[in-house]
């Protein structure tokens, strides 16, 4: 098996692993689904250190996008803390 | 698609936060296969495969036509102008090969100081290798495992691991799941496999030294190189 079709393979089924669990737990917030989902790909993505540089400089840009969405929803929280006090 | 499709579906029409996630998964597991995809090199497989093969009976026909039966030295870009290159011996004795200073930039070269002390020159898929390395390999096991690793798994993608031992002028590589074995040819009897190869060149950088290739097995799949470092 290759290392990029190992790499989808292991994101595949940690993003399983984590609905399932966190389906289960009962959890009901999108944010926090999201802050989960994205900080499991970046774990992921620095475990791979073998990638070759193209491919890193790709996943790179897709953790960046991840991350601004990720910056984005505690960004909303924060705001959301500050107006209720 | 399908998951930048579904998400807003079921997080504004459905209202379920757990099923938006599911496509939120979608989407980032799309996203990033797009990714990857785009990475790959126009070239296919098949065309690749077609040039090594070239590359590889080009050389075996040289050195079958000239008669060269000694075992390649790798030499660090240091000693070769700059590139990494292997270098064969034109004499068959069993002489140690004493390099004593760097190589002109030519086919057949002379390397000592021996009118006898000529040999041919030739770049190896590892000297095209060296080029994907960012940074140069440092001479422990571990930064050799990992410039190998880098190159051999995440580059080349013609193994699935390996390990490295040094132990004197000797390293040993494990190589787990090769894609690459060795065949008992003229080329890779002179040269060694193409993972030798590769793995004699990293080693020669990392360690600024001449290298050879003493032995090849292959157990299970697993192929185990030994090389040895030149003084």
Redo the contacts between chains.
């Keep these: 098996m290759r290392i990029y079709n190992r790499y989808i393979l292991t994101l595949a089924l940690l993003f399983t692993v984590i609905n399932v669990t966190m389906i289960a737990s009962g959890q009901t917030s999108l944010d926090t689904y999201f802050a989960v989902l994205v900080i499991a790909s970046l774990v992921v993505t620095l475990l791979y250190v073998y990638l070759s540089n193209r491919a890193r400089k790709a996943l790179n840009a897709i953790a960046l996008s991840f991350f601004v969405g990720f910056l984005a929803v505690v960004a909303l929280k924060v705001i959301d803390i500050l107006y209720r006090a | 698609m399908f998951g930048a499709m579904i998400s807003p579906v079921f997080?504004f029409i459905v209202k379920s936060?757990?099923l938006?996630?599911?496509g939120?998964?979608f989407l980032?597991?799309g996203?990033?296969?797009i990714?990857?995809a785009?990475?790959r090199p126009p070239i296919s497989p098949e065309a690749s495969q077609m040039m090594l093969q070239t590359g590889i009976e080009n050389i075996a026909a040289l050195l079958e036509e000239l008669g060269l039966r000694g075992k390649a030295i790798y030499l660090p870009p240091s000693l070769r102008n700059g590139r990494a290159q292997a270098l064969i011996p034109l004499r068959h004795d069993q002489n140690p090969v004493q390099i004593t200073n760097r190589i002109q930039g030519r086919l057949i070269v002379r390397y000592g100081h021996d009118p006898e002390a000529l040999g041919i020159a030739v770049t190896t898929p590892g000297s095209i290798c060296l080029d994907?390395l960012?940074i140069q390999p440092g001479p422990t096991s571990a930064e050799l495992a990992?410039a190998m690793?880098?190159v051999l798994?995440?580059?080349l993608?013609i193994a699935?691991s390996l390990t490295v031992n040094t132990n004197n002028s000797r390293v040993n590589i494990e190589v787990s799941n090769p894609k690459l074995s060795y065949q008992n040819i003229w080329f890779y009897r002179s040269m060694g496999s193409p993972l030798a190869s590769i793995a004699a060149t990293i080693t020669s950088e990392a360690l600024d030294k001449p290298i050879t290739v003493t032995r090849e097995e292959h157990r299970g799949n697993k192929n185990m190189i030994e090389l040895e470092v030149l003084s």
């Design positions: 997080y936060a757990p938006s996630a599911l939120i998964s980032m597991l996203l990033t296969c990714a990857l785009n990475t994907g960012e990992s690793n880098h798994v995440g580059m993608d699935s």
